[in-house]
């Protein structure tokens, strides 16, 4: 008995003397498993036996060491120590457990001024509604900081989606893939769907591009939208305040093709018009033109009408048939305008009727707007050949003011003024004209009448919700009502601008002043500890 206690005696004493040695090679081992398991997977099988050395090194380190390990843990400066190791082992657990957490319960908050990574409601619905996969190769010179512009746009595209999927290609890398892609010049993104092809440069690189190249690839049939033309109507070639080319261009971001009609040229509607649009017409419409546009309605057509204040100019016996009436005046809003301009009805979200066009509306606004109204009777109504929705209402402090001086502030005139709150838009629905026969077809008729053209016009169309109002309108008329909802606004380009001195400061501050923060707070500590 006294020689094996002797023997574990001398053999601690042993361990004692060589455990930094065994600590070593338990480090050793323990490092040696880790790198074989993460860059070398053929090895595998060794790793078991690594970790079983590191084990047992370290319990040889252990027992050598066992007195040093108790006078460190329990002495004073031991127990000091021990509390703060127990701290840090604390505070990691609790940071491990919280993103734990956080990684099952994922969830990503945008908070940029302008909700840079924030996908618009309509591309999350056309996102959430993909039958068929969708690729997207980005073609990028090595470094290209544009690249990571469109990294970060399409991973929110394939986090919303599982079948979307991005890739990027360096054409110098890889010149044969370019080749197959035809790629003509760097800043260059390939969507693909099946056998369809997209593609969109550096211009598109937006959400609105990378939405409308998706509609595209997907097989979306591209119907076609005619702009009536020939009387003064707002030009959708016009890229000046009062045109129509943002209009345009959002109608071809929805996938439509846009076109031109003059009735003065070709005598009829042509027959493979989706939505026909008369916008804010300024001469009157010649008897030989109104013809063509009555029968189009008849046959079942659909079109969006936009009259400004007191400028029908031969529209109003068209609408009528329809149970639609222009006002004639300028509507007032004392309680529900754009600032400093009272004859700028604005339209809050309370302000509108819930129908499809309007569910997902920001508010609207409408300068020098007149009213729309329904001038179906209560026996017309129960008919239910025509159905009319107002979509926008004004304030019930409004009027319709009909004698308007330039200069003067309005003033309801009771007798002469008409009294609101008044419709600023209606939708119909018709399955015959008043007093017509029913739609060929078994068709419906539809119908979106704006008494304002301007709000659509470049100067105001990305304001607030008016590009949506017009463009849902349309998406109504086509009945793709799967695309009604909120778009994309245009990307803003926003710069800090600082002097030299500012900039220096925000330079040194980042690199120096945390550590010596952290320094000062360290010595501070230290000190009153001595």
Same mark, same amino acid.
């Given at each position: 008995?006294?020689?094996?206690?002797?023997? @574990?005696?001398?053999?601690?004493?042993?361990?004692?003397?060589?455990?930094?040695?065994?600590?070593? @090679?338990?480090?050793?081992?323990?490092?040696? /498993?880790?790198?074989?398991?993460?860059?070398?997977?053929?090895?595998?099988? #060794?790793?078991?036996?690594?970790?079983?050395?590191?084990?047992?090194?370290?319990?040889?380190?252990? *027992?050598?060491?066992? $007195?040093? *390990? &108790?006078?460190?843990?329990?002495?004073?400066?031991?127990?000091? #120590?021990?509390?703060?190791?127990?701290? *840090?082992? /604390?505070?990691?657990?609790? /940071?491990?457990?919280?993103?734990?957490?956080?990684?099952? $319960?994922?969830?990503?908050?945008?908070?940029?001024?302008?909700? +840079?990574?924030?996908?618009?409601?309509?591309?999350?619905?056309?996102?959430?509604?993909?039958?068929?996969?969708?690729?997207?190769?980005?073609?990028?010179?090595?470094?290209?900081?544009?690249?990571?512009?469109?990294?970060?746009?399409?991973?929110?595209?394939?986090?919303?989606?599982?079948?979307?999927?991005?890739?990027?290609?360096?054409?110098?890398?890889?010149?044969?893939?370019?080749?197959?892609?035809?790629?003509?010049?760097?800043?260059?993104?390939?969507?693909?769907?099946?056998?369809?092809?997209?593609?969109?440069?550096?211009?598109?690189?937006?959400?609105?591009?990378?939405?409308?190249?998706?509609?595209?690839?997907?097989?979306?049939? +591209? +119907?076609?939208?005619?702009?009536?033309?020939?009387?003064?109507?707002?030009?959708?070639?016009?890229?000046?305040?009062?045109?129509?080319?943002?209009? &345009?261009?959002?109608?071809?971001?929805? $996938?439509?093709?846009?076109?031109?009609?003059? @009735?003065?040229?070709?005598?009829?509607?042509?027959?493979?018009?989706?939505?026909?649009?008369?916008?804010?017409?300024? &001469? =009157?419409?010649?008897?030989?033109?109104?013809?063509?546009?009555?029968?189009?309605?008849?046959?079942?057509?659909?079109?969006?009408?936009?009259?400004?204040?007191?400028?029908?100019?031969?529209?109003?016996?068209?609408?009528?048939?329809?149970?639609?009436?222009?006002?004639?005046?300028?509507?007032?809003?004392?309680?529900?305008?754009?600032?400093?301009?009272?004859?700028? =009805?604005?339209? =809050?979200?309370?302000?509108?009727?819930?129908?499809?066009?309007?569910?997902?509306?920001?508010?609207?606004?409408? !300068?020098?707007?007149?009213?729309?109204? #329904?001038?179906?009777?209560?026996?017309?109504?129960?008919?239910?050949?025509?159905?009319?929705? !107002?979509?926008?209402?004004?304030?019930?402090?409004?009027?319709?003011? %009909?004698?308007? %001086?330039?200069?003067?502030?309005?003033?309801?005139?009771?007798? &002469?003024?008409?009294?609101?709150?008044?419709?600023?838009?209606?939708?119909?629905?018709?399955? /015959?004209?008043?007093?017509? %026969?029913?739609?060929?077809?078994?068709?419906? %008729?539809?119908?979106?009448?704006?008494?304002?053209?301007?709000?659509?016009?470049?100067?105001?169309?990305?304001?607030?919700?008016?590009?949506?109002?017009?463009?849902?309108?349309?998406?109504?008329?086509?009945?793709?009502?799967?695309?009604?909802?909120?778009? =994309?606004?245009?990307?803003?380009?926003?710069?800090?601008?600082?002097?030299?001195?500012?900039?220096?400061?925000?330079?040194?501050?980042?690199?120096?002043?945390? !550590?010596?923060?952290?320094?000062?707070?360290?010595?501070?500590?230290?000190?009153?500890?001595?």
């Amino acid at each position: 008995m006294e020689r094996l206690l002797s023997f @574990l005696k001398g053999f601690g004493t042993m361990l004692g003397t060589f455990s930094i040695v065994t600590a070593l @090679l338990a480090v050793l081992a323990f490092l040696a /498993a880790a790198f074989i398991y993460v860059l070398l997977p053929e090895l595998r099988s #060794s790793v078991w036996t690594l970790l079983a050395l590191g084990g047992l090194f370290l319990l040889l380190f252990l *027992i050598g060491a066992f $007195n040093q *390990i &108790k006078v460190a843990l329990l002495g004073r400066r031991g127990r000091y #120590s021990t509390n703060t190791t127990v701290m *840090i082992v /604390a505070f990691a657990l609790i /940071a491990v457990l919280v993103n734990f957490v956080g990684y099952r $319960n994922h969830k990503r908050f945008d908070v940029t001024a302008a909700g +840079q990574f924030t996908l618009s409601r309509q591309t999350l619905k056309i996102l959430e509604d993909l039958k068929q996969p969708v690729n997207a190769t980005g073609f990028f010179a090595l470094g290209d900081v544009v690249q990571d512009v469109a990294d970060d746009l399409l991973g929110e595209y394939a986090f919303h989606s599982n079948k979307f999927t991005y890739d990027f290609i360096d054409p110098d890398a890889q010149p044969a893939i370019a080749r197959q892609y035809e790629i003509k010049e760097y800043e260059t993104i390939i969507f693909e769907s099946g056998e369809r092809r997209q593609q969109v440069t550096v211009d598109g690189i937006t959400e609105q591009g990378f939405t409308a190249a998706i509609l595209k690839v997907t097989g979306t049939v +591209q +119907q076609k939208v005619y702009f009536l033309s020939g009387h003064g109507e707002r030009d959708i070639a016009n890229f000046a305040g009062d045109g129509y080319s943002y209009v &345009k261009a959002g109608l071809e971001g929805d $996938n439509y093709q846009v076109e031109v009609l003059n @009735l003065a040229v070709t005598p009829e509607v042509p027959s493979d018009c989706t939505v026909l649009v008369i916008a804010g017409p300024q &001469k =009157p419409l010649l008897e030989q033109e109104m013809a063509p546009i009555a029968q189009y309605l008849e046959r079942g057509g659909t079109a969006i009408i936009l009259v400004d204040t007191t400028q029908a100019l031969g529209l109003d016996g068209i609408l009528a048939k329809w149970g639609v009436a222009l006002g004639k005046g300028s509507i007032v809003d004392e309680s529900s305008f754009v600032n400093p301009d009272i004859g700028t =009805p604005l339209v =809050p979200r309370t302000q509108y009727y819930y129908t499809t066009i309007t569910q997902y509306l920001d508010a609207t606004f409408f !300068p020098e707007a007149t009213s729309v109204s #329904s001038i179906l009777t209560e026996k017309q109504e129960e008919a239910g050949t025509i159905t009319i929705f !107002p979509l926008a209402e004004t304030s019930q402090n409004s009027w319709l003011e %009909t004698e308007l %001086t330039p200069g003067q502030t309005p003033q309801f005139d009771d007798g &002469k003024d008409v009294k609101g709150p008044l419709y600023l838009a209606v939708m119909a629905e018709a399955s /015959a004209p008043l007093g017509g %026969t029913p739609v060929e077809g078994g068709k419906s %008729t539809r119908l979106v009448v704006f008494g304002d053209s301007d709000f659509a016009s470049d100067r105001y169309f990305y304001s607030l919700g008016n590009s949506d109002m017009f463009l849902n309108s349309v998406n109504w008329l086509a009945e793709t009502e799967e695309l009604i909802s909120i778009r =994309p606004k245009p990307s803003q380009y926003r710069m800090l601008v600082v002097s030299q001195r500012v900039w220096r400061w925000i330079y040194l501050s980042s690199i120096g002043l945390l !550590p010596l923060a952290v320094a000062v707070l360290g010595g501070i500590s230290w000190w009153r500890r001595r």
